[in-house]
């Protein structure tokens, strides 16, 4: 088949992936690519392949020439994201025979030729988080973002050792915490499970913030699956430790990451922090409290770029209302002098250093240290971190 008629099968099949997407609203595009692909199994590896690539890439313009056809669409963001486009070729052919262009190159040559305008990719720079670097920001949501590895400090070595034999490509960031390309199948790989964790290059970070010490007590109130926790116990394992979090299904989650890490001693609850939190917790008053709360999570889009152009800005207000009401609840819970370490994984000012100012009126809480973990500048997540001391 020639490649003009296979792009053009290929354009046609995303066409009506994208229409069927748009049907499922709020489904994360990763799960519902797996669901399509298993729909559609006359499609060759390959094709399937390349056509989730394309899907990925359409969805990195954002909201950028979003008056062109689709077709033109799929070439603009082929072509910016990668240097062996095909589709670009056939159907930009006024920007070729720039193939190894640099991404400033390529925008200029687009912007010049095309409908395309790279400060209509993502919208909401003025909301960003102050001292992100809003170009570097918006190049950031073309590039798939890396897998990180945190090793556990008793297993790092061993599991370097596994890594090398088995000739997976990694970097060793410091002693516990490795880079690997996206896509590597750690789970395929013997005798290394429960001696690691997935977790972001930026999550990492936040754990400069818990400084806990042995035999206190500590509440991870948005505990998730557990990445905070996991964290705060490696670093500090004497912590007494209650993981809560609204949903339960993510809390089992959690209870078999414990198990692989071969932790037992623990206390978990199901508590909407949204609703009053002594009905469950009584007094208790802790020595700690991590509060990694649910944000829009615009600090990860590199890794969900469809969420670029469904987003709804009013949902910012609507989770820093939510951030709000929740810390105050927590708080109750905080021992005078001790801390509060509010995470979110969002790039937005709103959500970040509003939060922490507003939970600083009224004198109950004082800031010690701050900052936003800019994941954009290596291929991370951007989040941010504060930690607050309980007046
Ligand atoms: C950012 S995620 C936590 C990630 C987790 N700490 C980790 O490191 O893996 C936010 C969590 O807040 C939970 N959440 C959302 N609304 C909540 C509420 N009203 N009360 C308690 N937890 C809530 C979500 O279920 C989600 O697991």
Redesign the pocket.
Known sequence: MSVEKRIGQQIRMVERLLAEYKQMSGIPLARFLTGFHKRNRQMGSRDRREISRLVYRYFRIGHAASQSELPMRLAIADFLCDSESVVAPLLLPSVYPVKHATFEEKVALLEEHTPFRLAEVFPFYERLSMGIDTAAYTKSMFVQPDLFIRLYRMHAKAVVSVLASEGIEYELLDRCTAVLPNGTALERVDGISGKYEVQDYS?QQTGAYFNAEPGESWW??????????LLLLDNHPGVNLLV????NS?LRNLDGRFQRAGIKTYRRKI????KDTTAILGSERFDGI?L????SGSGTWSRTPEMISSFDTGAIRRFAD?QKQ?AENVINHLKPGKPLVYV??SAFAAENEQVVAYLQQGGKLKLECAEVLHGYRRRADTMYVARLIKM
Do not use: E, F, H, N
Not at 220 to 229: F, L, R
Not at 244 to 247: A, F, H, T
């Open positions: 999550s991870d109130a948005c505990a998730g699956a557990g990445g905070k926790s809560s979090d609204v949903r993510i508590i909407d922090l949204t991590i990694d709360a649910p944000c939510q929740i979110t994984c």
